[in-house]
């Protein structure tokens, strides 16, 4: 691994681009970016400063854009306007604490970091924490099963075994082993069509790039594997199960390549194949504990500054370039900012508001992200005052009609002593709950989520969860061994007819892939970071986010000319022993056939 040391740090930009030294505003409420770096910083010959990068946003695509810029000798100042790690972040529930507690952990969702991640575990490795030897990496524990939980009938739990290694060979009758077992598994789907899933699957592994990018990315997964003809089990499971639930987004709706990219990514995991570690990861502390603090430490270390509660209002274009960023700052106050360069990192649906007509002009992919999708997936958090006896992994409750995923969180933090490190003491464990669905009527009030009050989300989702996990003569979940429940603080205005989420999450209906938008624009000083960006995995996640961060500062780093090492954008794993039925794939698909293996 390369740990990125000192000399690398000392790296910065050659010449400027043409015209390319920011023009300083002089006007009142100017405010350079990073004017108070370390001198340290400055450039190679002595003679240049450091140029300076303003980066729009400190969830994970901004931090990961300082930090490779911070490495390479930029001058960096984030601009986060409300709290750095974005929806990655956990927080505290307000007033829970006791003596000298913590208050009780909180996050938007709770976090999932699969072995099909690279850019992200790469970056992990790289931020310090005490007696780790591999850093913020070492706080990734693997759970050993996950559970598909039933309502009204038996739940189907599987085991994660992790080989670790790579298999002699890969053929494609081990991956239609391993895949029929997997599904066999899932007993309630009728043998011929697990067969026909099976198939589905050896269509899309073996398609050329440009059938995935052409005809799969305009095909709806539920029609990919037609569910449509297909029993309950296969089309709750198989269709809905791996959309709604994971991704968000409706399986009538979802791109097959988006879906099946990742499932096919899960298999080669699941194989011991090009995989970073087992198949399923979370941190082994509240996320801000485990990773966020240390990481924006590290960064404050290597000279980065941090603006928290500044508000991007507009990124200003003039003279061929970015001038400026109108940003306002906690009191409220419009203050014009320059660099020499900006990084957008927002969520895509906070971003394209502060492209002004002249900026989209200069480069027509910002108008295509007006066609970029979001929808709600927020979490709540139920806390116990008792542990129960759930599953030592992730449910996916695919009957629920909120779509609803859950983890049991104090187990997988053997550091942390629950009921004496937070809250008051009674609290021992906290069910962490995402909910994808918030457009269907629940079965409590008869009402969508977003029709619901807060208190009233709270009670349907626990009479889901419910539902779900006390259906088979056991009561895992008790009303009495409930302490408190959060809600996300994003979410607002629930119960009214204008309810707002501030964190949504970017879905892939299809078509989607063509309007991700490139990482370096057209602009000369002007890139995008965040999970909407066109990378590899073509995935709203965090792995996304990290990936095409990368690419924004490779992007920089090219328009300047600088001599600085490229970061590392690595893309997911391609099978080798795939790769000549692919080629062999590509000339049917130019003459119009048919994949081999698709029979209809």
């Known amino acids: 691994m390369d740990r990125v040391g000192s000399t690398r740090r000392t790296f910065v930009a050659g010449a400027a681009a043409a015209g ?9 409420g100017a405010v350079p970016a990073a004017a108070a770096a370390p001198a340290a910083r400055a450039a190679v010959d002595g003679t240049r400063a450091a140029q300076s990068v303003a980066v729009l946003g400190g969830g994970v695509a901004g931090l990961t854009a300082a930090h490779e810029l911070a490495e390479r000798g930029f001058k960096v100042t984030v601009y986060e306007r409300r709290a750095l790690g974005g929806k990655a972040r956990s927080m505290d529930v307000p007033n829970s604490a006791k003596g000298t507690r913590r208050p009780l952990p909180a996050e938007h969702g709770f976090r999932f970091i699969p072995g099909i991640y690279h850019n992200l575990p790469d970056t992990m490795r790289r931020i310090p924490f005490p007696g780790n030897a591999n850093g913020v990496w070492d706080n990734l524990v693997a759970p050993p099963e996950m559970s598909f939980t039933r309502t009204g009938r038996e739940d189907l739990r599987i085991p994660l075994p992790w080989p670790g290694h790579k298999p002699a060979e890969l053929t494609l009758d081990e991956i239609r082993r391993a895949l029929t077992a997997a599904l066999e598994t ?51 499971i198989l269709a809905i199960g791996l959309t709604r639930n994971i991704v968000a987004t409706k399986a009538e709706e979802a791109s097959t390549r988006t879906v099946a990219t990742l499932l096919e990514a899960f298999v080669f995991n699941a194989l011991g194949r090009g995989a970073d570690g087992p198949l399923d990861r979370i941190l082994n502390a509240p996320t801000n504990e485990a990773w966020i603090d240390p990481w924006v430490e590290h960064l404050k270390a290597l000279g980065v500054e941090f603006r928290v509660g500044w508000t991007v209002r507009e990124v200003k274009y003039g003279g061929g370039r970015v001038a400026a ?13 320059t660099a020499d360069h900006y990084i957008s990192a927002m969520p895509v649906e906070h971003a394209r508001r502060t492209w002004g007509s002249e900026l989209r002009a ?27 006896p759930l599953l030592k992994g992730h449910l996916n409750c695919i009957d629920s009609p909120w779509s609803l995923t859950a983890i049991q969180q104090a187990g997988h933090w053997p550091s942390r002593d629950f009921p004496a490190d937070y809250g008051d003491g009674i609290a021992v464990d906290c069910v962490s709950v995402d909910i994808s669905e918030w457009d269907v009527p629940g079965i409590l009030y008869g009402k969508t989520a977003k029709q619901c009050t807060r208190e009233q989300v709270a009670r349907e989702v626990w009479a889901q969860l419910k539902a779900a996990l006390n259906d088979t003569g056991k009561t895992v979940l008790k009303d009495s061994a409930l302490h408190s429940w959060f809600l996300d603080p994003g979410v607002d205005g629930l119960g009214t007819p204008n309810p707002t989420n501030d964190d949504e999450l970017l879905i892939h209906p299809v078509g989607t892939f063509h309007n991700r938008p490139q990482a370096a624009t057209a602009i000369p000083n002007f890139f995008l970071a965040g999970d909407y960006v066109a990378v590899d995995i073509d ?15 490779n992007g920089l780093l090219d328009r300047v000319g600088s001599p600085a090492a490229r970061c590392t954008v690595k893309p997911l794993f391609r099978a080798p022993e795939i790769e000549l039925m692919k080629r062999h794939d590509r000339t049917r698909y130019r003459l119009g056939w048919r994949n081999l293996f698709d029979l209809g």
């Open 186 to 236: 899932l007993h309630g789907i009728p043998a011929h069509e697990a067969a026909y899933f099976v198939n589905r699957g050896l269509v899309f592994l073996t398609s050329c790039d440009e059938r995935r990018d052409g005809t799969w990315e305009d095909t709806p997964w539920w029609e990919f594997i037609g569910a449509e003809r297909r029993s309950y089990d296969y089309q709750r």
């Open 539 to 553: 995935l709203a996640t965090m792995e996304g986010a990290n990936a095409s961060a990368r690419a924004a500062v």
């Open 20 to 28: 390319g030294t920011a023009a300083l505003a002089t006007a009142a």
């Open 325 to 337: 960023t109108l940003i306002e700052d906690p009191q409220g106050v419009r203050r014009t900012v």
């Open 362 to 388: 200069a480069d027509p992919q910002l108008a295509r992200c007006d066609k970029l999708e979001t929808d709600w997936m927020t979490g709540i958090q139920f806390y116990l005052t008792e542990s129960a």
